[in-house]
């Protein structure tokens, strides 16, 4: 069984930080990628950042700079550290693991930006 629970989102004024954190059940956590993805109303979903089981990080182009990914996998989890916030990032982020098309979602967490 594979379940992976999301905390940390909620409601910051532009500049501000969150940190999300997915926590995943199931074995061999270490050996899957590891992703961030969010979805804006009336949007597709967006990939925002990945990180490898030797992390390998990589992010879109948006959030360099501004966001970071890491995980810990003795605690196996994941997490999103997101420093300057601006209104465009306001979205539901989902933690994923192996791939967007065959891995497993979290359940989501909303990001609100706004003053």
């Known amino acids: 069984q594979v379940q992976l629970v999301q905390s940390g989102g909620g409601l910051v004024q532009p500049g501000g930080s969150l940190r999300l954190s997915c926590a995943a059940s199931g074995s061999s956590f270490d050996i899957y990628t590891m992703g961030w993805y969010r979805r804006a109303p009336g949007k597709q979903r967006e990939f925002v950042a990945s990180?490898?089981?030797?992390?390998?990080?990589t992010y879109t182009y948006s959030v360099k700079g501004r966001f970071t990914i890491s995980r810990d996998n003795n605690k196996n989890t994941l997490y999103l550290e997101m420093n300057n916030l601006k209104p465009e990032d306001t979205a539901v982020y989902y933690c994923?693991?192996?791939?967007?098309?065959?891995?497993?979602w979290g359940q989501g967490t909303q990001v609100t930006v706004s003053s």
């Open positions: 990180i490898t089981g030797r992390n390998i990080t």
């Open positions: 994923n693991r192996g791939d967007p098309v065959r891995g497993y």
